[in-house]
């Protein structure tokens, strides 16, 4: 029997890249996400996905699309934490509120509330448990320039990890992170740009398909073994020693 898993932002980059590889492995896959079209493209013609346009800052949509999935597959075996957002190349007296509260919402309360439904589920279910994986960022250990409200959520993501690894013990559920340096995507192209607009060096990256393995081997292990937290980046990149 395959196991299920859930991706949040699965729709383009990481998510996309993840939801793939997943497939690929056998596994079932629910795919979430704000835009309907680019789901719909990757669950065509197979019915081991299904597609999940929502909100993940929407209470009643995230357990709607939750339920879906258990509706259709029976259980949850692993979510992985993956929508974000970002706001970068401003100092914080420049960041405007509203900006912090996307950030923040997107980040840290989507990421809470997609954790609060799969552990409900993974709880209840027998057997019992399931995996959650987070997607932190090398930003959870240092910062990149002018990013506070991301720099801050994924700082976030670091607690919501640890304390759902604690939590989870009780359960059979296990909780892990992986902080990505540089995966090569639509985001990162974005941050180059900005970075060559600013005279800041640009940094190296790599393939996302790496991010993709990583996630795939992290989830794939039995739950009584965790990859706690894993670093996966560009060889080159500024992170020992960055700032």
Known sequence: MSQTIII????????RACAEAFLEAGWTVGLIGRRAAPLAEIAAGTEAALALPCDVTDVAAVEAAFAQVVE???????????????????????????????????????SFLCARAAFAQMRRQDPQGGRIINNGSISAHVPRWGSVPYTASKHAITGLTR?????GRAFNIACGQIDIGNAETEIVHG??????????????????????TSVLHMASLP?????QFMTVMATTMPYIGRG
């Open 191 to 212: 941050l180059r740009a900005q970075a060559i607009d600013a005279g800041k060096p640009v940094e190296p990256v790599m393939d996302v398909a790496y991010v993709a």
């Open 163 to 167: 304390t759902l690894s604690l939590d």
């Open 8 to 15: 949040t932002g699965a729709g383009s980059g990481i998510g």
């Open 72 to 110: 259709r597959w029976g259980r949850l075996d692993a979510l992985f934490n993956n929508a974000g957002t970002g706001v970068f190349g401003a100092t914080i007296d420049e960041i405007p509120l509203e900006d912090w509260k996307r950030c923040v919402d997107v980040n840290l309360t989507g």
């Open 223 to 227: 739950l009584d073994a965790n990859v």
